[in-house]
């Protein structure tokens, strides 16, 4: 680019962005503007500004066009809205889709759905370590999409429970690299400053997409046939492949969505795993997302259960109650706490999911009309819906200038398998032993001692809003309006 074209782009630039152009009026010497073309980017691309601090670390960066274009927030819509068809699907309705389709024995189905869980406990942090790696986080995530469409296929088509154990597998470890990797690429989207409240909109539409695709399943389930749940599963699918390949691949900050420091004329930094668990921070949020489901992920369970006991004649409709009347509730609650993260911090509404944990489990223990109980999902639509949003947003705070972003939201994943097992696991043999009273109760204590230890263990994880001239937080990319 020669002086002139620069001088040129430089005038056009902050004359047609107004944030630009009250940044260059107001920067002071600590800080350096610099406005060129973003080295990723082909011909044509937008032009891009800079801020350095006076460390030469890069602080924000913003395209001198609109920060991120309609058509990014549309795909970003649209994958989190269909990637949830297959995900709602799969699970719920595999167990009975073998029994009553496929005529499988108790034991085997058991096998099969016994599969996701190891999966989840042997790759999830890997999986994170790989969308860290890669920059090419929307072929990953489209790869993902269309290898969960073809595990749809394959219940229809798998004769043996081999075939079906590896059709499971597969689909759950798309899924295990699929969360990250929309993650990911969203905080490159959108950057720091803006990823609590895309986040929020990110949970909101997946809730919404599983709540459309447990009604649609259930209707060609009863109408049609029980193949076609996943015969439609499979095409929404490999309609969010498509879709996260409407997403500008010039408009990604790759550094930024992993959470690396990237210096002037240096390569971005990454931490090392050493330096990023010296950070008292995280062990301490891993056990807290290990007390949480381990309070959190039998109580469904338990409460299904009891009752297909208590009225066996209408137990699917009380459980699918059960699961819709969560998932209405997430959707608001989701989409309101990607703001609140914002304007209160993180703390305050982690703590208000995990004190839904243990009023919920006393309700269940203390009273048994089915009406009741079903409305009592209320509450785990609150917590599930606070937790889908702010702990990821956690993670990003404790990853910032590590690298490790994806790594951490692995680590994340791994603590949420192993709670949901111990809570499986003890539940279990609570109830056998004492009844569900005593299943119940118990894990209300374990809710309790999960406030308790988040309340006087975990810090505040929001950095201070100290912003630049051009009314963007330090450190984030300019991108908001995704």
Known sequence: MTSSEFTTL?????????????????????FNLEIGTCKASKQNSPPMCRIYDSSGSLCAQRFATVATSRRNSIALDLVNFFKADAQ???????????????HWSIDHIGIVMSVPGVVTLLAQTPAGALVDATKRKRELIAVCAILMGVACLGVVHAASLIMMALTV????????????AIAALTLGLVGHQGFARRMGRNETLSHAGAVAAATCAGLIGQWFAADGIFYS?????????????????QDVDH??????????????????????????RIPIFAVSVILFHFANAALLPLVSEMLSKRAPENASLYTAACVLIAQM????????????????????????????LPARACLFASFHNPYLLTSFQILDGISAGIFGVVSVVIVSDLARGTGRFNFLQGVTATCVAIGASLSNLLAGFLVEQGGFKLGFLTLGLIGVGAFLFFLFMMPETKAHDVRTAFGFELGSNFAQDA
């Not at 309101?336 to 305050?348: D, F, I, L, Q, Y």
Request: charged share 20%; hydrophobic share 55%.
């Open 255 to 280: 550094s930024l969505a992993r959470s690396a420091v990237v210096k002037r004329g240096e390569q971005e930094h990454i931490g090392s795993l050493l330096e990023v668990f010296a950070d008292r």
């Open 169 to 180: 597998a597969v689909f759950g470890l798309a899924t295990i690299v699929l969360a990250p």
């Open 233 to 249: 599963a499979s095409l929404v699918s490999f309609a969010a492949a498509v879709a996260v390949m409407m997403v500008r691949p």
């Open 88 to 102: 709602a699907t799969f699970g719920p309705f595999l167990a009975t889709y073998l029994l009553i389709k496929r």
């Open 329 to 356: 509730v997430m959707m608001p609650v989701a989409w309101w706490s990607g703001g609140a993260a914002n304007a209160t911090g993180r703390k305050p509404l982690f703590l208000l999911a995990l004190a839904m």
């Open 10 to 30: 430089e005038r056009e630039t902050t004359k047609k962005d107004p944030i630009i152009r009250r940044g260059t009026s107001a920067l002071n010497s600590n």
